[in-house]
């Protein structure tokens, strides 16, 4: 019995690590790494400011993944992010998810 739950903890412990691992490798995949960094600006704001600045919103992984897939202007300068359409609804919201931790 001890040890069925030692592996239930394990399993889980697991999916944890896959999933922070995911998300980087879902921004290369989706090219968000050709403008956006996560500590420097680079064409974009970096991922932490972003995470910072929505840090005390309600909804803010929805807002974000809504922002991902519909694109972005005159939120953070002059340059605006394109829709990314190729970007699937469950990547957009991985990746809102995971922007929202960096803080
Ligand atoms: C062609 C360059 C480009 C690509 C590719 C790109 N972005 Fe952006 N992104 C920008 C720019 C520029 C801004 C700032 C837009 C603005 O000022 O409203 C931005 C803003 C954002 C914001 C903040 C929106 C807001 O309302 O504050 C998020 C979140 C974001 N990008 C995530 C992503 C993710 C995730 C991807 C990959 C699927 C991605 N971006 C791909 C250029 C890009």
Do not use: R
């Amino acid at each position: 019995m001890k040890t069925a739950w030692l592996g239930v903890f394990a399993a889980s412990a697991l999916l944890v690590a896959g999933y922070v691992q995911a998300s980087p490798e879902l921004a290369a995949k989706n090219n968000c790494v050709a403008c956006h960094q996560v500590d420097a600006k680079l064409v974009g704001p970096s991922f932490k400011e972003i995470a910072a600045k929505y840090a005390d919103q309600a909804d803010e992984a929805g807002y974000l993944a809504g922002k991902i897939k519909g694109g972005s202007t005159g939120v953070w300068g002059q340059i605006p992010m394109p829709p990314n359409v190729n970007v699937s609804d469950d990547d957009a919201k991985a990746l809102a998810e995971w922007i929202k931790t960096l803080k």
